[in-house]
């Protein structure tokens, strides 16, 4: 267990770091360097090496910054902040610097950070089996997979590594369901509804159901036949479902990236018997929302509405990549050997790291926290928040909160981080959204909605500008 947490601390960091920097001088030596000479440049490398360690001398986030201008792909707009280790809801930037967690990675670490069961399971597991890909058997992956079949609606479960690529299995699920179910039909349905405020991925299947335009306009073509049609308005669905060109309906019950926008209960039940009317198939992308995030195990539950396809990823594995896509016994059916694989999913480490967090997370007192604690966060707001000019609407379920502006909420988060508090924009960039571990303590949001109320000015600075 030590060591994992070394690598939390800044010192070994910074050692780590600096070697990856360290160049072997032999690298630019071909095969013919003789014997002699090779165990010479060894030495050497060896010797400069140990002496790095010897220094101990930190970098700088200005270090890292600079570095990772140089040798990363330029596709993220980082925040100016380096991180180097945390615990529980807090993490501590490469100065030392004390923040409160309301981002959990983009609701990835449910547990929070360095959960001790969490590296307990991830630790053991490593020291006995972490990947040995999907041409054998391990025990972890089946465990997780009856875990998540004995608490939901459904019979099998598909393992990948990540959202989007869950979506992608769900993608080509539904289409190979759709020419399983018309064998004799030389056209059966392949097209797909989707929503206005979607997010469903970056990869081209999922880019295609997602609504925002800047995010596909750069990559298309991307996959055709996906109509996005407003989230909530049934009749749209209806109307378009009676072409008989619709293999699947992809639809979030609750739109974190979209600006956590929940769907009403007539609409989902709506799209339930519209789809089985069809013969479409019903998705429920529960990506960000599912597993504890609404106080329910599964967002859906709230709405006495179940799917034929559900997609799972960012909490599950507490940090560690992975995704699934559980199916019917129904679509199961359609499936066949070499359909579809991955050679990193569902490893036994990984798996393992999920089945602590789901143990902890499907217990129903630790789901009934949650909706405690968002039912805490969300009064809290309204009463420090809710007479300020900028804030539209407070709104959210469990621990997945948004606070809608009047304007961009960029400066509110930038103030935030200065004063020790991390936090996540959603929407058009006029959304805070708020997604902190699912163990936070009402102390922390106490002190999480002081430090945004103070920050609040900030809104009418940037507005006078």
């Known amino acids: 267990m030590s060591s994992v947490f070394n690598l939390c601390n800044p010192v070994f960091f910074a050692n780590r770091y600096n070697n990856l920097n360290a160049k072997p001088h032999n690298a630019r030596y071909k095969i013919h360097v003789t014997s002699s000479r090779r165990t010479e440049l060894r030495e050497q490398l060896t010797t400069e090496l140990g002496e790095q360690r010897a220094v101990n001398t930190l970098v700088s986030q200005e270090d890292v910054i600079n570095d990772d201008k140089e040798v990363i792909v330029g596709t993220y707009g980082r925040t100016p902040l380096v991180l180097t280790s945390g615990k529980g809801c807090k993490l501590y930037d490469i100065d030392g610097k004390e923040y409160i967690d309301l981002t959990s990675g983009i609701a990835v670490n449910a547990l929070g950070h360095g959960d001790p069961d969490w590296v307990r399971a991830v630790t053991d597991q490593a020291n006995v089996l972490a990947h040995v890909s999907n041409i054998y058997y391990t025990v972890p992956q089946v465990n997780l997979a009856r875990r998540l079949v004995a608490s939901s609606f459904a019979d099998r479960v598909f393992f990948s590594n990540s959202g989007t690529e869950a979506n992608e299995a769900a993608i080509k699920f539904s289409r ?94 709506s799209l339930r018997s519209a789809c089985d009317k069809a013969g479409s198939l019903l998705v429920f992308d529960e990506v960000q929302c599912g597993l504890g995030r609404t106080g329910y195990l599964w967002a859906h539950e709230a709405y006495d509405v179940t ?150 000015h900030v809104l009418d600075e940037k507005s006078s500008n």
């Open 176 to 269: 190979k369901f759709q020419r399983f179910s018309h064998p004799n039909k030389v056209d059966p349905p392949t097209e797909f509804i989707s929503f206005t405020n979607s997010f469903h991925g970056r990869t081209i299947g999922s880019l295609a159901l997602t609504s925002k335009e800047h995010y596909r306009t750069p990559f298309e073509p991307v996959m055709p036949g996906v109509t996005f049609l407003k989230y909530g308005d049934i009749e749209a669905v209806q109307e378009l479902l009676s072409s008989g060109k619709i293999a699947a309906v992809f639809v979030e019950p609750i739109q974190g990236e979209g600006g956590i926008y929940g769907a009403t209960k007539e609409f989902l039940k």
């Open 307 to 456: 799917p034929d396809i559900m997609t799972l990823a960012k909490p599950l594995a507490g940090g560690l990549p992975i995704g699934a896509t559980l199916v019917t016994e129904r679509v199961n059916e359609a499936i066949n050997n070499g359909d579809h694989g991955s050679t990193f999913a569902g490893g036994p480490l990984v798996c393992a790291a999920a089945i602590a967090v789901f143990d902890k997370v499907s217990d129903p007192s630790f789901l009934a926290e949650v909706t405690k604690k968002g039912d805490y966060l969300k009064n809290l707001l309204k009463k420090k928040l809710q007479g300020n000019k900028h804030v539209k609407e407070i709104r959210g379920f469990g621990l997945i909160v948004g606070i809608e502006l009047d304007v961009a909420a960029t400066p509110l988060v930038d103030a935030c981080r200065e004063s020790g508090l991390l936090i996540l924009t959603a929407g058009k960039g006029d959304v805070v959204r708020l997604v902190p571990p699912l163990i936070i303590s009402e102390q922390e949001l106490d002190s999480s909605v002081e430090i945004i109320y103070k920050c609040l």
